[in-house]
């Protein structure tokens, strides 16, 4: 269990990144999977769901996770009751007791809070969704609650290292294409190029005027680290992987 400094000093909420010690699962998912899209056992996911919510919340069926697909779409819970099925990228909350939830297995788990309006959001930042907007989606649903930047603490969780993220010329190209200061994320080793997604989600926040930034710098495809990771999965040649939670609710 990994937790961001900043977000540790503030008495109204908790929060957890988690990597793949303490659950259930057998095999390639040893042990703790809250991966419900992957092909491991059901009863073994639940019960890995309910090992980590238990961490952070006294009842796991405040939790809520979504059917991520890498969009730049968001959800507001209003409520613990709020069971319309969630497929998206961010969730959000101002309400005690709910526990919101990403998962991840090398994209960017963020988890932001507004500590004088008691906002949290926890948001799947792959490289897609960050492209696309979702950090800027969240934090402009924020500001419209009446947010200000100085308020907002933001946790970069731990994701895919810039050493062990090759990308492809046509990769790097969009993102040029977008920004040309984008290039700043994009280092060239031997003919090949290799991307920081966590500092470009870190360069969105900062952009969008947050100044405290927390970065846990835990490269989840490094075997030693014990996470779960897609790319290491791929390159081992294994037919699926686990996925990694982060959580964060408002005491």
């Not at 000093?9 to 908790?14: D, P």
């Not at 809250?34 to 769901?49: A, H, L, P, V």
């Amino acid at each position: 269990m990994f937790y961001s400094k900043k977000l540790t000093k503030e008495s109204a909420i908790k929060h957890c990144f988690f990597n793949r010690s303490g659950g259930k699962s057998k095999g390639i998912y040893k042990s703790l999977n809250c991966g419900r899209g992957s092909f491991d056992k059901k009863k073994y996911i639940k019960q890995n769901i309910v090992i980590a919510s238990k961490k952070i919340s006294k009842s796991y069926k405040k939790l809520f996770l979504l059917n991520q697909i890498h969009s730049n779409k968001f959800f507001f819970i209003k409520n613990y009751k709020f069971k319309k099925k969630l497929t998206g990228d961010a969730l959000i909350t101002d309400q005690k007791k709910i526990v919101l939830g990403v998962l991840t297995a090398d994209c960017v788990p963020v988890l932001i809070f507004d500590k004088k309006l008691k906002i949290i959001s926890a948001i799947h930042a792959g490289w897609k969704g960050a492209y696309k907007g979702i950090i800027q989606k969240v934090l402009s649903y924020f500001k419209k609650q009446g947010s200000e930047s100085k308020n907002l603490i933001a946790a970069v969780g731990p994701c895919i290292s810039q050493k062990n993220y090759e990308v492809q010329n046509d990769f790097k190209s969009k993102f040029l294409k977008q920004n040309k200061r984008n290039k700043i994320f994009f280092k060239k080793v031997k003919n090949k190029t290799y991307f920081s997604l966590n500092k470009y989600v870190k360069f969105q926040l900062k952009s969008l005027g947050v100044k405290k930034i927390d970065i846990i710098y835990q490269d989840t495809y490094n075997q030693k680290n014990n996470f779960f990771s897609a790319r290491r999965s791929l390159h081992e040649k294994l037919d699926d992987y686990g996925r990694n939670i982060s959580l964060i609710m408002i005491n």
